[in-house]
């Protein structure tokens, strides 16, 4: 009898081994995500997009290069010391840098008033470098909001996704289909959610990226525009003129 059930236990362990084996779960892409999340993926998609756009974009123009121009400086400075201020406004034009449209700025207004002391050019030339540090700063604010609004957009996505659920779960009749239209609508309202915390958050992350960056170069940029004007004023007051 023991060696009867013993026999029937091998017999039967392959058949148990094959109805215990788990199935493999379905896989799920990008695009199907993208399906259940509903209409709302459509504003997440174009953020997300925009995101993209204003990280490389940023990396092009927010670069020290772009705020300051060591070859222009030294430049600016021997013309300074020259005294040759017609090349040096050329130059300041040519030039698209920061630091040499505060430099060109108070260069044309010291061509336009030559009696004007050395204390109004300061004053053009502080309230140049306010503007394009304001400028600076102004560009990387894009992507504060959309680290602020990505969020939003998704948490709508949740409401929307849980007002259609029981609206579904309402007019469903039997409790099967019930709780088939609650998942596909919990569903919509989590993929929403994670889509807007996600954009969100790589959004913010570069935006204080990019503030510390800017924070810097705008250090650099009042140091480098106090220093051609303290050649001015060196130049000035060797000639006399103030």
């Not at 392959?14 to 379905?26: G, K, L």
């Not at 209409?39 to 772009?66: D, E, H, Q, W």
């Not at 044309?108 to 300061?122: E, Y």
């Amino acid at each position: 009898m023991k060696q009867f059930t013993l026999f029937s236990l091998l017999l039967a362990a392959p058949v148990m081994a094959q109805s215990t084996e788990a199935e493999p779960a379905p896989s799920v892409n990008i695009m199907q995500i993208m399906e259940q999340g509903g209409v709302m993926m459509i504003p997440l998609a174009i953020l997300s997009i925009v995101t993209v756009f204003l990280v490389f974009l940023y990396l092009l123009i927010i670069r020290k290069g772009a705020v300051i121009n060591n070859r222009f400086m030294a430049q600016a400075e021997n013309l300074i010391l020259q005294g040759d201020y017609n090349y040096l406004s050329e130059i300041c034009r040519k030039d698209s840098s920061a630091v040499a449209k505060i430099l060109g700025r108070a260069i044309d207004f010291l061509r336009a008033t030559p009696s004007s002391s050395l204390s109004d050019v300061r004053e053009v030339a502080e309230a140049e470098g306010s503007r394009q540090a304001g400028l600076l700063s102004q560009r990387i604010t894009y992507l504060a909001d959309v680290g602020n609004v990505a969020p939003m957009v998704g948490l709508l996505g949740t409401v929307i996704g849980m007002i259609k659920s029981f609206m579904e779960i309402a007019q469903g009749n039997f409790e099967g289909v019930k709780q088939m239209q609650l998942a596909s609508g919990v569903s919509e309202a989590l993929i929403t959610t994670a889509s807007g915390l996600i954009i969100g958050i790589v959004a913010i992350i570069f935006y204080s990226v990019f503030r510390g960056r800017v924070q810097r170069f705008i250090a650099e940029l009042e140091a480098a525009s106090t220093h051609l004007m303290a050649v001015l004023s060196t130049v000035r007051k060797s000639n006399g003129q103030d």
